[in-house]
């Protein structure tokens, strides 16, 4: 099929090499000329394994290109729309100019019997009324909306592996071409058994909300436990051991630590609270004002522990900050916990280095003022304390003992509760975990 994906971000550049890969005639536009060379050249613009790769694969089959021109859509019977949806600035809620402005753009080229389809994660409500402009600019195209679950550093295997695949249609029903068009989309992927709900267009969008803020509550929900295992002496990673061995719960997303950041987790919650809001629903959600506040009120939490460990107060203090992206085999630093933990200490009078393998360019145009360091032995070289807060093999790797002969004082925090405290400490180290005693 010929499709065309709109927006090529960290969702929308691995969407169009994976359908490509499925063997579908893709182009992908953004209105990045940059970004367009970049992939155009079969380079990545941002860290995601295996992408690169995928690239050079199916730019070698001439079924993948990009492109700046909106005009190249036209013809194409499937539009994927994959742009960003980020937090309005100084406000909750989404900020739709991108979603707006390609749907505007598009508008002109669709033909008959084409489908938009939406993977964007917008406020519930806005795929009714984007139906209805394609419709209105061309009667007998229709729109699709079908979120889009995967997950940085895991992207392009959640693309080609997915769970699941929701489809919501304006008819809510199996019986729409909207369906038969996308399963030959998906064949390859639905060929391989992945489950697919069709949904009506409001229950496709608050799927992905829902999906998300259940995400965000289970992650505040074990760092609410860490206040509590610090209060009582207890220790929050054999809590959640035991408390996922139940299989109604489940261990995964509940490690505690310096909680959750990144380009949609914070920003989908706040959204979805402002839209709740606007329907006159906002009661349902106001637990999730508490998810926001137990996750922010870890970054103060993590700097608080770090004064104690430096002995009370943070001035002049050498402070080595491990990881800079919000979770690691990511280079991605919206809302990233480690960067936000860093620029505090900063502001409070230490002199901080931040290292990361793949982060730190994304982090140096976000906080220039912050130290950096791409070699983590050169960053670590006479540090008063070091802060572990993204989890990357490498700082999980790191021997304590060899460590220990690199710094100035032998004090960690880890920040994301992975090292073997008592190995640390049979080192010589000062350990501090979040929720550990
Ligand atoms: C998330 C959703 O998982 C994905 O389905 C959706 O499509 C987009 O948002 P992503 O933002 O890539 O994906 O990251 P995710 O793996 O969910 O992690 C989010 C944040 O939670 C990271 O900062 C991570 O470090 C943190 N986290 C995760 C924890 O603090 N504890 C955990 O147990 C799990």
């Known amino acids: 099929m010929r499709i065309s994906v709109i927006g090529c971000g960290y969702l929308g550049a691995v969407h169009a090499a994976c359908m490509a890969k499925l063997g579908h005639d893709v182009v992908g536009i953004d209105v990045d000329e940059r ?28 079924r993948l290109t990009f492109t700046t021109e909106m005009s190249s859509a036209r013809g194409n019977a499937v539009h994927f729309i994959c742009v960003g949806t980020p937090q309005k600035k100084g406000e909750n809620g989404a900020d739709l100019t991108y979603v707006n402005s390609s749907i505007d753009e598009l508008l002109p080229y669709l033909s008959p019997r084409d489908l938009v389809v939406g993977k964007s994660t917008v406020p519930v409500g806005t795929a009714a009324r984007l139906s209805q402009l394609v419709i209105d600019a061309q009667p007998a195209a229709d729109l699709l909306w079908n979120p889009e679950f995967l997950r940085e550093g895991h992207a392009v295997s959640d693309t080609l592996h997915p769970d699941r695949l929701v489809y ?5 029903s199996e019986d729409d071409r909207a369906v038969d068009v996308l399963d030959e989309v998906y064949a390859g992927l639905l060929g391989t058994g992945t489950p697919r709900l069709v949904t009506d267009l409001p229950t496709a969008e608050l799927v992905k909300t829902a999906a998300n803020s259940f995400l965000a509550t289970k992650i505040s929900f074990i760092n609410a436990m860490a206040e509590l295992c610090d209060a009582a002496g207890a220790d929050v990673t054999l809590l959640a051991d035991a408390i996922g061995m139940d299989d ?11 909680g959750f950041g990144g380009g949609c987790l914070p920003k989908d919650i706040r959204a979805f609270m402002a839209r709740a809001g606007e329907l006159g629903a906002d009661q349902a959600l106001t637990f ?12 103060s939490r993590v700097v608080e522990i770090a004064r104690e460990l430096c002995g009370g107060s943070l001035m002049g203090q050498r402070i080595t900050v491990l990881g800079a992206a919000f979770k690691p085999e990511s280079d991605d630093v919206r809302d990233s916990p480690a960067l936000s933990v860093a620029a505090q200490l900063q502001l409070q009078g230490a002199t901080v280095t931040v290292t990361d393998p ?3 360019a994304n982090a140096a145009r976000r906080f220039p003022e912050l130290h950096y360091e791409r070699s983590a032995e ?4 006479r540090a008063d304390a070091i802060l572990l807060l993204t989890e990357w093999q490498e700082y999980r790797n790191l021997d304590p003992y060899e460590t220990a002969a690199l710094v100035s004082t032998p004090r960690i925090l880890d920040g994301r509760n992975i090292l073997d405290s008592s190995k640390w400490r049979a080192a010589g180290w000062t350990y501090r975990g979040l929720g550990r005693p």
């Open 35 to 62: 970004k367009v060379l970049e992939l155009s050249s079969g380079r990545a613009p941002f860290f995601e394994p295996g992408l690169e790769a995928l690239l050079k694969e199916v730019q070698a089959t001439g």
């Open 288 to 299: 999730l004002r508490e998810v926001d506040a137990i996750n922010m009120r870890r970054r």
């Open 248 to 258: 109604r719960i489940g261990r995964k997303f509940l490690n505690a630590g310096i």
């Open 358 to 360: 793949e982060a730190l």
């Open 168 to 172: 919501g249609v304006s008819s809510g």
């Open 378 to 381: 050169k960053a670590l070289q």
